[in-house]
């Protein structure tokens, strides 16, 4: 549990580099409940960027990532004398020995296994975040903000569902190869992220095997190997044991470079199991937009949640541009009614501005 964390590092600005949404989502969860602050990074040369411009006490790194993966950019940064001493935690779902020792030849100072499990990333932070002033629940309450978060996570909120709201109006779905069981576990228990994190998997991975096979015809097995990779990842965390499984073995087939028979054979029983489950996730998504629809007409008592939704979609989307984050577009296409509820008369305004890039004219409206 994340109370088994010791308070001196509460509070603590922790960089996640990741270039999966779905992952993002679920360690965003696990370290904002836990009381950090969280910024993102799509890949190793982003989180360079934003590491040569802020302190961060801890860095979770992936080591599978397109533009640059997580050991290009643990080199880079070790190569650094200002960055030495900066904790860098490995994060990846290939658990094998020969993968550790490359994390740390690299220059990482821990390792943590992907799916993650809340008390192997609570060791590991609590081993390398080094205590300092300003941090632990005492910097907190000075601050007047509530224990388990700080003034930054406020604007750093991830885009799930807030824990304390009400779970879905939505049943989970009935999908052979999917364990909801499981897969409501791997999002800590709440059924809103749980659905969330459903919805991206069908989205993201839906053309994953039109992907692969294009990249094996250019026979571009780099590209293939980090497709499989993160389907492996994105499948365990979902719940979709069987999907992760045979991931992994198209990813063990095409790093080892096992030859194109086994490969498409590999690639025939990944998709045996995993067309089924899609279907059956987009089947389910059809059916809850019907039962859903409804639900936003329906004022909740007071208002209380859809003023929380707008105030949280507006410190979201204000963080996105002072951080002149490209992914501020997708988010206001994605929130536009609840943003346009929360931004009144500007909202025609910071929408040109933020569709046309110019965060800081958009931020100006604002």
Known sequence: AADELPLEIRGAQVLLVEDNELNQMVAMELLLDAGFAVDVAENGQIAIDRIERRH??????????PVMDGETATRALRSNPRHAQLPIIAMTANAMEADRQRCFAAGMNDHVAK?????????????????RAGLGAAAAARAGVPSGRTGEDAALQPL???????????????????????????????????????????????????ELQQALAANNLG?????????RSVAANIGAPAVSERAQALEHALRFRHGNEAIVHVLAELRAALVPLLAGLQAWLVESVVVAEPAPFVPDPGGELAVEAAAQAVRRLRHLLEQDDPAATEFFQHNGKTLGAALGDVFKTVEMHTLNFDFELALEAM
């Open 56 to 65: 961060y006490d801890a860095v979770l790194m992936d080591m599978q990532m």
């Open 223 to 231: 590209v293939a190997e980090r497709l499989a990779h993160t389907l």
């Open 160 to 210: 799930a569902r807030k824990p304390d709201l009400p779970p879905p109006a939505v049943a989970l779905p009935t999908v052979a190869g999917l364990d909801t069981s499981l897969g409501l576990q791997r999002a800590l228990g709440k059924p809103g992220l749980y659905v969330e994190l459903l919805r991206r998997f069908a989205e993201g991975q839906a053309p994953v095997l039109a």
């Open 115 to 131: 799916p993650i499990e809340p008390a192997a990333l609570w060791a590991a932070l609590s081993r390398r975040i080094r205590p």
